[in-house]
């Protein structure tokens, strides 16, 4: 593994391991193996598909599929043909998915015949007016049409769309090259060390670029093989681990954490792991990884679907505890900002903003959102929203968000699609959706609303009724009926007084109250 960062595409990386390892383990979904040979076979397939419906070079391909082979052949069967793949969360459903479908100008959506009914609620000629066609996993993999050579297509060309959660609108889709994504899986290779002999798990969901990033295309620039688990199961971890001989744990903090607090398992010490990665891990759940578990973990990293990884341990330096690892200065430049764009004092929290050193290492800007792709570059540096600081050794420490987006369970939560959600309950006035803090390390959700006058509505029934309009991770947890709500003098909600003042007397918990949900 060089430190020069390569500058090609996914083609040319799945192009090189068939050359190099064409049926040896490449991925395994649940005793599921697929060797690079099968995965370009079926995708192949499945490109002569796609043709035969009109797909081209540029069009976008949406998919609303749990992780499975029939996912990541669908990706490698979009940008075969020089089309842009649009991964749906697949909790996403009403509004949050028919935007997405909509936005992205997706010409075809193929989904899983569970979430068929999904799709069908929301498209229509003025609600998603490019959508052609919609497809069950089972009808693509039928349709085999005449043979179709794969598109010539260059390290700056698009390979994705990832939507990431919108802080003052609708989510936005990041528009990421196929070099992007290539250099993002080196990155974190370089950061965790990883060699052909090490077998990655992940219960990671393909939707988000971490999970494609890692194991599907990281195993082909690496070589070796990735598991990719359907779901995450804390009594099943130990015996997936040990089936599948994994060396090395892509997770999220929050997993870590479950884990770590879980009884013994007779398989958790048969094991064959050296790294677990996750972030953000707190000290001691770090130090139960270590001691108990006997693995080495990665938590000092920091990045965002835009630029990753903008922060990480370089390979062989001990992170800090609570830091975000040290500034990534090969493909970035990174500096950390003050609201006037100059560098703050060493110790004082500013804006982690950053530029690129080398090309298609970062986002190309927001689909169709020129406005704020700009703003987004002012002055020439992407700025994050983040706030970190650093100290006199360069790490780096996490502080806050500038901005209103949530993060729970590893999942981004828009505020602004949030609020569009409960406003449209009649009961409801005016309402602010914030984070609370949350023990598992990340955001709670709360909702704070002002009721119509004379509104009959308790917490638990607009819990219930939220629920069946948003995604099963957005569900918030605490709910707070208020007179008012903190402004200020032009009238936009203090949201960070909100985030102060977390759950109060009069906070409602839904899980002090027993009211559980489906994850569905």
Known sequence: MTDTPLRTTILAALTARLDADPDGDYLDFHDDRWTARRVDDVSRRYARGLAALGVGRGDRVASLIENSPEQVVLFFATVRLGAIAVPINTAYKGEFLRHQLADSAATVVV????????????????????????????????IDGPPVDDATVRPSDLACLIYTAGTTGPSKGCMLSHNYVVAMSQQIARAWQRTPDDVVWTPLPLFHLNAISICVVGTLIVGGSASIARKFSVSGFWPEVKRTRATMLSMLGSLAILIANADDHPDMHAHRLRVCAAAPMPPDTDRIWRERFGCATFSGGFGLTEA???????????????????????????????????????????????????????????????????????NLWFHTGDLARLDDDGFLYFVDRKKDSMRRRGENISSFEMEKALFGHPAIKDCAVHAVPSPMGEDDVKVTAILQPDAALDEETLCRWVAERVPYFAIPRYIEFRADLPRNPVGRVLKYQLRDEGVTPSTWDREAAGVTFERR
């Open 111 to 142: 989904v899983a015949d569970d979430w068929a009914e999904r799709v069908a609620e929301v498209r229509g000629t003025d609600t998603t007016p490019d959508l052609r066609h919609t497809l069950l996993v089972s009808d693509l993999a039928a």
């Open 308 to 378: 990753s990884l903008l922060a990480a341990l370089p390979p062989g330096v001990e992170n800090k505890p609570g830091a975000a690892g040290m500034l990534n200065q090969v493909e970035f430049e990174v500096a950390l900002l003050d609201d006037d764009d100059l560098s703050v004092p060493t110790g004082a929290p500013g804006e982690i903003c950053a530029r690129p050193r080398v090309a298609d290492v970062m986002f190309a800007g927001y689909w169709n959102r020129p406005a704020d792709t700009v703003a987004a570059w002012r």
